[in-house]
């Protein structure tokens, strides 16, 4: 009874089918010919009533007609959570292939947080956070990075959870990389010189993912962790210029500009008057009076540029080869240089390396343009012409504060200096320090010291600049004023000897301490014969830089000459094997440079000439004053009478 009644009941239901779709077929005729508006069939409710458990019971096969089973549901997108379990997969278990320690402790620590859910992905696809970051990293040469090193992964050919999952953690990896490298350096300082040395902090991986899950653009928030600074993004609108013409750089000859021909001459030079210093301005639009002929310090800084750009010698002097080159002619050149899309790129990567906050005020040295510059609230408050140190005693790469000043210094000779340079001259000579005015004295451990005493002739002048660092170096005054009026100025240990240091002083007090009415005169008036600290409330911070490339405040692009080779170091990590791990940090020596000089206790026993045995007959034996200096230091040169070898 049960089959025949279920075999009536399918009966009847399909015969309910065909008369509902016959209908409906009728339906459809009749609406084409009477109405545009299509009708919706309504359900038969004469059918027999839905089956239950007991006559499904009997037949279950056959629950469902042919007919009903022919259509099938729609094709749903992979959800968002099955992404996500597959995410707690994959970061459990992630291993050096994908990123750094540091990199991948704060994925895990940012996705657990936030309970695995994708940051790039949403319902199966990449989501505008994506596309976003995406477009920005494909960019990333336009502020001195390698797009390369941020390949984006294929989130439209993604089709499966596997795929997206790996996507999404693949696109974490290169935003963690651009946001550390375009805040701390695609390339480590310490691969560069030893005379390096920065307090860098790496962005929190967590929380660059954090802020790039909150922005509403993620392109702009990657592009927050460049440098803020001014001279930075000059340099990146300067880049963009350079790139223009597909990557080929103008040279100054090749500008479209009407041609203005230089004479041939004598060598011109700063300070000189000529008539062809006139056609110099027109031919280079030097700034200023265009009918002037005297050859100042903007004429010669335009000069230089173009002889930097035209691989010449970038004395900026007007010579005959410079003048050859201005004109169309070929020039001899001085040999391979880099490009200046080169020397653009690493002077950006440079200012990766320092403080994201500059102060305020805060000094810039400039080591190859040989100048220091005083900002306050932005701006230029004042500069000054500064001597720097001679290559091999490099002045260093360094930010630090400026704590106090020091009027009548006494100059302590850096151990660097004692070993290297004073006490070979002690071997020649055992009279030497005496007549220059050191005194030369000993600790119960050992430890040598030599120092000056305060006075017109010290080492340091009669004012120093103090900014503790490991490098032990300064800025300070200097009895040798006749080098400021050379252009190329790197001819000390490795201090900076400032030109004009009573109104350095003045400024820079007129800011830390502005109700002391600190003046050049005042600061004068202090001269003595003993030191006199004044200390600053608040320190000022002074960021030793070197800056081949910069922008001057015409907006025109400046070029200097790669005076410790720096750039060319740089170029080589950034275009050789080594560019693979350059962003790794390489242990260096410690600094010996205050590292003490130490002799047995008691080799400083008295005047040279005295009874018993002194420091020279300990050092040198009783021939020392007949003893050769060694081959190390060769090119030591003693100071002559009343000079001082200057830090």
Same mark, same amino acid.
Not at 73 to 100: C, F, M, N, Q, W
Not at 313 to 329: C, I, P, S, W
Not at 499 to 505: A, D, E, K, R
Not at 551 to 558: C, F, K, M, P
């Given at each position: 009874?049960?089959s025949?009644?279920f075999?009536?009941?399918?009966?009847?239901?399909?015969?309910?089918?065909?008369?509902v779709?016959?209908?409906?077929?009728?339906?459809?005729?009749?609406?084409?010919q009477?109405?545009p508006?299509?009708?919706?069939?309504?359900?038969?409710?004469?059918?027999?009533? *839905?089956?239950?458990?007991?006559?499904?019971?009997?037949?279950? =096969?056959?629950?469902?007609?042919?007919?009903?089973?022919?259509?099938?549901p729609?094709?749903?997108?992979?959800?968002?959570?099955?992404?996500?379990?597959?995410?707690? #997969?994959?970061?459990?278990?992630?291993?050096?292939?994908?990123?750094?320690?540091?990199?991948?402790?704060?994925? #895990?620590?940012?996705?657990?947080?936030?309970?695995?859910?994708?940051?790039?992905?949403?319902?199966?696809?990449g989501? %505008?956070?994506?596309?976003?970051?995406?477009?920005?990293?494909?960019?990333?040469?336009a502020?001195?990075?390698?797009?390369?090193?941020? *390949?984006?992964?294929?989130?439209?050919?993604?089709?499966?959870? %596997?795929?997206?999952?790996?996507?999404?953690?693949?696109?974490?990896?290169?935003?963690?990389?651009?946001?550390?490298?375009?805040?701390?350096?695609?390339?480590?300082?310490?691969?560069?010189?030893?005379?390096?040395?920065?307090?860098?902090?790496?962005?929190?991986?967590?929380?660059?993912?954090?802020?790039?899950?909150?922005?509403?653009?993620?392109?702009q928030?990657?592009?927050?962790?460049?440098?803020?600074?001014a001279?930075?993004?000059?340099?990146?609108?300067?880049?963009a210029?350079?790139?223009?013409?597909?990557?080929?750089?103008a040279?100054?000859?090749?500008?479209?500009v009407?041609?203005?021909?230089?004479?041939?001459?004598?060598? $011109?030079?700063?300070?000189?008057?000529?008539?062809?210093?006139?056609?110099?301005?027109?031919? $280079?639009?030097?700034?200023?009076? +265009?009918?002037?002929?005297?050859?100042?310090?903007?004429?010669?800084?335009?000069?230089?540029?173009?002889q930097?750009?035209?691989?010449?010698?970038?004395?900026?002097?007007?010579?005959?080869?410079?003048?050859?080159?201005?004109?169309?002619?070929?020039?001899?050149?001085?040999?391979?240089?880099?490009d200046?899309?080169?020397?653009?790129?690493?002077?950006? #990567?440079?200012?990766?390396?320092?403080?994201?906050?500059l102060?305020?005020?805060?000094?810039?040295?400039?080591?190859?343009?040989y100048?220091?510059?005083? /900002?306050?609230?932005?701006?230029?408050y004042?500069?000054?012409?500064?001597?720097?140190?001679k290559?091999? +005693?490099n002045?260093?790469?360094?930010?630090?504060?400026?704590?106090?000043?020091?009027?009548?210094?006494?100059?302590?000779?850096?151990p660097?200096?004692?070993?290297?340079?004073?006490?070979?001259?002690?071997?020649?000579? *055992?009279?030497?320090? &005496?007549?220059?005015?050191?005194?030369?004295?000993?600790?119960?451990?050992g430890?040598?010291?030599?120092?000056?005493?305060?006075?017109?002739?010290?080492?340091?002048g009669?004012?120093?600049?103090? /900014?503790?660092?490991?490098?032990?170096?300064?800025?300070?005054?200097?009895? &040798?004023?006749?080098?400021?009026?050379?252009?190329?100025?790197? /001819?000390?240990?490795?201090?900076?000897?400032?030109?004009?240091?009573?109104?350095?002083?003045e400024? $820079?007090?007129?800011?830390?301490?502005?109700?002391e009415?600190?003046?050049?005169?005042?600061?004068?008036?202090?001269?003595?014969?003993?030191?006199?600290?004044?200390?600053?409330?608040?320190?000022?911070w002074?960021?030793?830089?070197?800056?081949?490339?910069?922008v001057?405040?015409?907006?025109? $692009?400046?070029?200097?000459?790669?005076?410790?080779?720096?750039?060319?170091?740089?170029?080589?990590?950034?275009?050789?094997?080594?560019?693979?791990?350059?962003?790794?940090?390489?242990?260096? =020596?410690?600094?010996?440079?205050?590292?003490?000089?130490?002799?047995?206790?008691?080799?400083?026993?008295?005047?040279?000439?005295?009874?018993?045995?002194?420091?020279?007959? /300990?050092?040198?034996?009783? =021939?020392?004053?007949?003893? *050769?200096?060694?081959?190390r230091?060769?090119?030591?040169?003693a100071?002559?009478?009343?000079?001082?070898?200057?830090?």
């Amino acid at each position: 009874m049960k089959s025949v009644r279920f075999d009536r009941l399918l009966a009847s239901t399909a015969l309910g089918l065909v008369l509902v779709l016959s209908s409906h077929a009728l339906a459809q005729q009749a609406d084409k010919q009477t109405a545009p508006a299509a009708t919706v069939p309504t359900p038969d409710t004469s059918l027999p009533p *839905p089956l239950t458990a007991k006559d499904v019971e009997a037949k279950p =096969a056959q629950v469902t007609p042919p007919a009903v089973a022919a259509v099938a549901p729609a094709a749903t997108a992979i959800s968002d959570s099955a992404v996500s379990d597959r995410l707690r #997969e994959l970061v459990g278990k992630l291993d050096r292939s994908i990123g750094r320690k540091g990199d991948r402790d704060g994925i #895990e620590a940012y996705y657990k947080a936030h309970n695995f859910a994708p940051l790039w992905v949403s319902n199966g696809a990449g989501n %505008d956070r994506a596309k976003s970051a995406i477009a920005y990293l494909a960019q990333a040469d336009a502020v001195g990075l390698d797009p390369s090193d941020y *390949p984006a992964p294929d989130l439209k050919s993604a089709a499966s959870v %596997d795929a997206l999952a790996d996507a999404e953690l693949k696109l974490t990896v290169n935003a963690l990389t651009f946001a550390r490298q375009a805040q701390t350096g695609r390339l480590h300082f310490t691969r560069v010189s030893a005379d390096i040395q920065f307090d860098q902090k790496a962005p929190e991986p967590a929380d660059v993912l954090a802020k790039l899950a909150d922005a509403g653009d993620a392109g702009q928030a990657l592009d927050a962790y460049n440098p803020p600074m001014a001279e930075f993004k000059a340099l990146r609108a300067k880049l963009a210029e350079l790139r223009k013409n597909g990557g080929i750089v103008a040279k100054p000859e090749e500008k479209a500009v009407p041609a203005v021909l230089v004479p041939e001459g004598k060598i $011109l030079r700063p300070g000189m008057k000529d008539a062809r210093v006139i056609a110099l301005r027109k031919r $280079l639009d030097v700034k200023g009076d +265009k009918e002037n002929p005297l050859y100042d310090n903007d004429v010669r800084d335009a000069v230089r540029t173009f002889q930097t750009v035209a691989d010449l010698n970038d004395d900026g002097n007007l010579g005959a080869n410079t003048v050859k080159a201005m004109n169309g002619e070929k020039p001899v050149a001085k040999g391979p240089s880099a490009d200046p899309v080169d020397t653009v790129l690493v002077n950006m #990567e440079r200012w990766r390396w320092y403080p994201r906050d500059l102060g305020n005020p805060h000094v810039v040295v400039n080591i190859p343009d040989y100048t220091l510059t005083l /900002f306050n609230d932005g701006k230029q408050y004042w500069k000054t012409k500064i001597v720097v140190g001679k290559p091999g +005693k490099n002045t260093p790469l360094i930010s630090a504060e400026m704590k106090f000043i020091t009027v009548n210094p006494t100059w302590n000779v850096p151990p660097s200096i004692i070993e290297k340079e004073y006490l070979p001259a002690l071997q020649q000579d *055992p009279q030497a320090l &005496d007549r220059i005015g050191l005194k030369l004295t000993q600790d119960a451990d050992g430890t040598v010291h030599i120092a000056q005493p305060p006075g017109a002739g010290n080492a340091l002048g009669r004012i120093r600049f103090n /900014f503790p660092n490991k490098f032990l170096v300064y800025q300070h005054d200097t009895p &040798d004023k006749h080098l400021f009026a050379k252009d190329e100025r790197a /001819f000390s240990h490795g201090c900076m000897r400032v030109q004009n240091p009573l109104i350095y002083g003045e400024k $820079l007090l007129s800011l830390a301490l502005p109700n002391e009415q600190y003046t050049a005169a005042k600061l004068e008036k202090m001269f003595g014969g003993s030191e006199i600290n004044i200390n600053f409330p608040k320190n000022i911070w002074v960021h030793l830089s070197y800056q081949t490339a910069f922008v001057d405040d015409d907006g025109r $692009l400046q070029l200097r000459k790669d005076i410790y080779g720096w750039d060319q170091r740089m170029i080589q990590i950034l275009k050789g094997s080594e560019r693979k791990i350059a962003d790794i940090a390489v242990e260096r =020596a410690p600094n010996s440079s205050s590292k003490p000089v130490k002799m047995p206790v008691g080799m400083y026993g008295g005047d040279t000439g005295r009874g018993g045995p002194n420091f020279f007959d /300990f050092l040198f034996g009783n =021939a020392q004053a007949q003893q *050769p200096v060694s081959s190390r230091d060769r090119n030591f040169i003693a100071p002559p009478r009343g000079r001082v070898s200057q830090r």
